[in-house]
């Protein structure tokens, strides 16, 4: 597979993941990413079931505990901060603190991810696609910046506002299932003093969180309610804090010192929670991964295995194929659907926080993982 050139938008946590296995198995994989860097910012993400076993064989889980963050508990509080309850022995965000699930920040992971792979994958930086045309020998690529460039595979690995699947498979309202729910999450100094503690308050509509990070040096914000979709542009960054200032204008506790902060945070991030539904996620040399093609949203706590576990099977059907891609593409479909329909259940079966725990489990085990020799 040395001649297998392979085009990935997006540098998150999919991206690189399925960059990882194809070139430990001789594919030449490119990832694209708009940011200048690795982003920065996002909240505690879960990786558990047969992702654990994905990230142990990838020789990068001892760096993930290493990152992991390592939460003592958490509390509610009223709207005046009374406390309500608390609890030592699981949190909102992880789950059951004895679980052998890992939980740490999403950039973290995506730091990790890019170290384990910055020396057999090329990179490039502050750009984006901007045109696919599918050829007899390849994919012609256009670029923000970049000069055009010719692969033979393209992969979405670009989230759930995917610009490759707006390219290749049409505008985003096809796919998109809204939720009912916004949520925020940004980076705030830790002036509440928290000590690997999570503190939530729970309004009418709306739910507020913080929670210590980097060693209790800064808090992760989080900011919650519910919503049908609203009209706004979710790059407009001023846009979406105005909507918050309005919706939390009287929710008490800790809004007014947050929504202070906000206004100074260095990765200020608002999007709905959401699903995305496709027929198929493929078409020609394109093929989608991660929350581009199957987003199960936050409310699972599964997306991220869910990345980790598709780009493992994507890149094991496609070196299994040797070189057929349609029948690599239709592989990977066939072993991945029914897991990711049994975690895109998970969100209904949530009710005041996430899914009971018997069914998270059950459904981040719901894969018999084939072997795919390096």
Same mark, same amino acid.
């Given at each position: 597979?040395?001649?297998?050139?392979?085009?990935?938008? &997006?540098? %998150? $946590?999919a991206g690189p993941a399925v960059a990882y296995w194809l070139a430990r198995r001789g594919f030449r994989p490119t990832v694209v990413e708009r940011a200048p860097s690795v982003r920065r910012g996002g909240q505690a993400i879960d990786v558990r079931g047969v992702a654990l076993c994905i990230v142990e064989e990838m020789g990068i889980l001892r760096a993930m505990r290493a990152a992991g963050t390592d939460m003592r508990g958490m509390s509610f509080v009223d709207a005046a901060g009374n406390e309500l309850m608390r609890t030592t022995t699981e949190t909102l965000t992880g789950g059951p603190l004895d679980s052998p699930d890992v939980e740490l920040l999403r950039d973290d992971l995506s730091e990790i991810l890019f170290q384990a792979t910055k020396s057999s994958v090329e990179y490039q930086? &502050?750009? %984006? $696609?901007?045109?696919?045309?599918?050829?007899?020998?390849?994919v012609n690529v256009t670029f923000e910046r970049g000069a055009p460039r010719t692969f033979d595979l393209v992969i979405g690995a670009d989230g759930l506002h995917s610009n490759v699947r707006r390219l290749a498979f049409g505008e985003e309202s096809r796919f998109i299932q809204h939720l009912g729910i916004y949520l925020s999450v940004f980076t705030v100094p830790n002036y509440l003093g928290l000590d690997r503690w999570q503190t939530f308050h729970r309004g009418a509509e709306e739910m507020i969180g913080v929670y210590s990070a980097r060693n209790n040096t800064e808090l992760r914000a989080m900011m919650g309610f519910g919503s049908p979709p609203l009209d706004v542009d979710y790059r407009d960054i001023d846009a979406q804090m105005k909507i918050l200032e309005e919706r939390f204008a009287r929710a008490g506790w800790e809004a007014p010192k947050l929504l202070e902060l906000m206004r100074k945070a260095p990765d200020f991030h608002l999007d709905s929670m959401a699903q995305i539904h496709m027929d198929r996620w493929s078409v020609g040399r394109t093929a989608l991964v991660g929350d581009a093609a199957y987003s199960s949203s936050p409310m699972s706590g599964q997306g991220?295995?869910?990345?980790?576990?598709?780009?493992?099977?994507?890149?094991?059907?496609?070196?299994?194929?040797?070189?057929?891609?349609?029948?690599?593409?239709s592989r990977y479909e066939a072993e991945m659907r029914p897991f990711v329909a049994e975690n895109q259940k998970l969100p209904a079966q949530a009710k005041e926080g996430p899914p009971p725990r018997d069914i998270v489990v059950r459904a981040a085990n719901a894969i018999n993982l084939r072997h795919y020799p390096a």
């Open positions: 597979m040395q001649n297998v050139r392979v085009l990935i938008s &997006g540098a %998150s $946590i930086f &502050g750009d %984006s $696609i901007t045109g696919l045309t599918e050829t007899d020998e390849g991220t295995s869910l990345a980790i576990v598709g780009a493992y099977v994507l890149a094991g059907e496609l070196a299994s194929a040797g070189g057929d891609y349609a029948e690599g593409y």
